[in-house]
């Protein structure tokens, strides 16, 4: 699957918390920063997200701010 | 100043294309990935944007998907 | 690649308008419905976005109101 | 009240799940396509939605991806 | 209509300036606080927006972040 | 910190309730208008979110829409 969304990073999944409806994923990438991502519970687990995993972050680009 | 985004990851400015309206902004990550960002070219020329510059890319955790 | 966001409909191209940063696509859903997307010129170019093809649309569940 | 955002499709609400803060709400297009929204529990019962119930799902362009 | 976006703002046109697909609205609220809004040129054509224009912002909470 | 979302109204807190992953924090415009915040509960903890408490809301351009 090809995705217009341009942002795709690799890493490593650090911490997953969930409830009922909505899950928390804390991700690794390789130089050590990490991205946080709020999906639906039921998301997190189709895709068997669990730590350890190596999963891809995905972001579209209108969604990105910068900052000084 | 505090912002509640939790996504906040350093980089470089790569490249930055801009029309009347909207900028789009490759920022290289440490780790050597890239990120893609559309702001409007008002908040790129405020921010003074430019290639090479030091930048924070920021990203809300309800924007980030993941995949397999 | 199987993905997190949820909202994945099937659907044609009718029609595509890019200018230097960004592109405007309409989708036809096989109910008869159109959704437009706003996506880069750059993501259009690297899809291969052309009216009549056959293409899938992707949104994030946060990103879904509702009305009456 | 006529609104920005230009994709308005006509749907069934088919489930509805809720907890203290956020609602899941599936839709189920014409077409036999299903939708998900996620918004808080307080405009979910605003609205008054419930299973079987019409409704609009409503999405700004900017938020659509495309994929092959 | 009645939307899940519980964020609307009553407001007055301030400006607009168009290309062939971006529209950037700014739009002035009673507090004297300005509101930018990034949508298609087709919706604000759509929607008639013009300078002075009375006019309603719409946000999404989840689009929603904070800061000190 | 400088950052490219150009909205950022100034406010103060009239009510926050929480769950397990997300917050949901009602904010009160000088004008009398109130915007309300969808963020994890580890943000606005992070914050200090608290009712009374003078606080910025932040909203990225591409993520307002307009109606009549």
Redesign the interface.
């Known amino acids: 699957?090809?995705?217009?969304?341009?942002?795709?990073?690799?890493g490593t999944v650090k911490s997953i918390?969930?409830?009922?409806?909505?899950?928390?994923?804390v991700?690794e990438?390789?130089?050590?920063?990490?991205?946080?991502?709020?999906?639906?519970t039921?998301?997190?687990e189709?895709?068997?997200?669990s730590e350890g995993k190596e999963?891809?972050?995905?972001?579209?680009?209108?969604?990105?701010?910068?900052?000084?």
């Not at 999963?55 to 000084?68: G, H, Q, Y």
């Open positions: 699957m090809a995705l217009s969304a341009r942002n795709q990073l690799k918390k969930k409830d009922a409806i909505m899950a928390e994923v991700v990438l390789p130089g050590g920063q990490e991205i946080v991502s709020v999906i639906t039921t998301s997190a189709t895709l068997g997200v999963i891809t972050v995905v972001i579209k680009s209108t969604e990105v701010m910068l900052s000084n």
